[in-house]
């Protein structure tokens, strides 16, 4: 295209990147940006068109498992150009150098649009829940007859190697790093439940640009997730909240409007590949994020 110039994304470039952000109204910090670097450096990109900063993308891989894009963004100014499409065939094709089998995405609405035609097919939908800004902290209890038995604490270092491996058969692949810096970056916010069996759930989350932004999330049953989102929700307080859920799990929706929590939009979770390790969405109360699976 010309015009067009795609580069290596940057520490200079995330104002910028933030903006867009702003523009579409999402929830990701200049942290979030920063962490995104971290992931992969060499996988996050920026278009520039007549040299005019025109739009972004990142990408994360799992191994060889699955990888995933995500901050897909485009200016206003410059959108129509097919510029989307030309990130998007870049995100794949870097995914794909590094041995990647199958390339995965959250879509919302207007960027399905730009996937179909790729060749992505839907896998499942996932919708976002927010509870607004309180004047009273909500607190979510089981049943009295059928009380929560596990004990539930702070996730310390120790815990990781033990979280990670609990998470990788739930999420469908080794994340342990994003869970090592999501610890890190707010350990206030990470919860880990076991009982006799061992790790029966945990939960990470953190504070973004509008909201606490809870993910990932994941339990072995409904009453060890709900345990984990009460501590969560005397922690924040009274502050506004989002999670992001894949709808197979029937038992998280009825979770999260049984806590109050309200649909504000939904996301396609979709697949470029072979799909060979889904993981098991009836287990994720919330996924790490549309940008990061």
């Given at each position: 295209m010309n015009g067009l110039r795609i580069?290596?994304?940057?520490?200079?470039?995330?104002?910028?990147?933030?903006?867009?952000?702003?523009?579409?109204?999402?929830?990701?910090?200049?942290?979030?940006?920063?962490?995104?670097?971290?992931?992969?450096?060499e996988g996050c990109f920026l278009a520039e068109f007549d040299g005019e900063k025109a739009g972004t993308m990142t990408t994360i891989r799992y191994g060889d498992r699955f990888g995933w894009i995500g901050m897909v963004l485009v200016h206003p100014d410059y959108r129509g150009r097919?510029?989307?499409?030309?990130?998007?065939?870049?995100g794949i094709r870097h995914l794909?150098?590094?041995?990647?089998?199958?390339?995965?995405?959250?879509?919302?609405?207007?960027?399905?649009?730009?996937?179909?035609p790729l060749g992505f097919a839907e896998e499942y939908d996932v919708c976002r829940y927010e509870r607004k800004?309180?004047?009273?902290?909500?607190?979510?209890?089981?049943?009295?007859a059928l009380p929560y038995r596990g004990e539930i604490r702070s996730v310390t270092e120790a815990d990781l190697?033990?979280?990670?491996?609990?998470?990788?058969?739930?999420?469908?692949?080794?994340?342990?790093?994003?869970?090592?810096?999501?610890?890190?970056?707010?350990?206030?916010?990470?919860?880990?439940?076991?009982?006799?069996r061992g790790i029966t759930g945990y939960l990470m989350a953190h504070q973004g640009y509008e909201a606490v932004q809870i993910g990932p999330w994941a339990a072995k049953d409904d009453r060890a997730a709900e345990s984990l989102l009460a501590v969560l929700l005397a922690e924040v307080g009274t502050g506004s909240v989002f999670f992001?859920?894949?709808c197979p799990n029937v038992g998280g929706i009825r979770l999260a409007e049984k806590a109050g929590f309200r649909v504000q939009r939904m996301f396609c979770r979709m697949y470029l590949g072979d799909n060979a390790y889904p993981g098991s969405p009836?287990?994720?109360?919330?996924?790490?994020?549309?940008?990061?699976g």
């Open positions: 580069r290596a994304l940057s520490e200079s470039d995330i104002p910028f990147a933030m903006d867009l952000k702003n523009i579409a109204g999402w929830n990701q910090t200049e942290r979030d940006w920063q962490d995104y670097l971290h992931f992969d450096r097919g510029i989307a499409t030309q990130l998007l065939q870049l794909r150098e590094q041995g990647v089998r199958c390339v995965k995405l959250d879509a919302t609405a207007m960027g399905k649009k730009v996937y179909v800004a309180m004047a009273s902290a909500l607190k979510t209890t089981g049943d009295a190697e033990e979280i990670a491996v609990f998470d990788a058969a739930i999420f469908g692949a080794n994340r342990k790093a994003v869970l090592e810096r999501l610890r890190v970056r707010e350990p206030k916010y990470a919860f880990v439940t076991r009982d006799y992001d859920l894949p009836k287990l994720v109360f919330g996924t790490s994020g549309a940008e990061k």
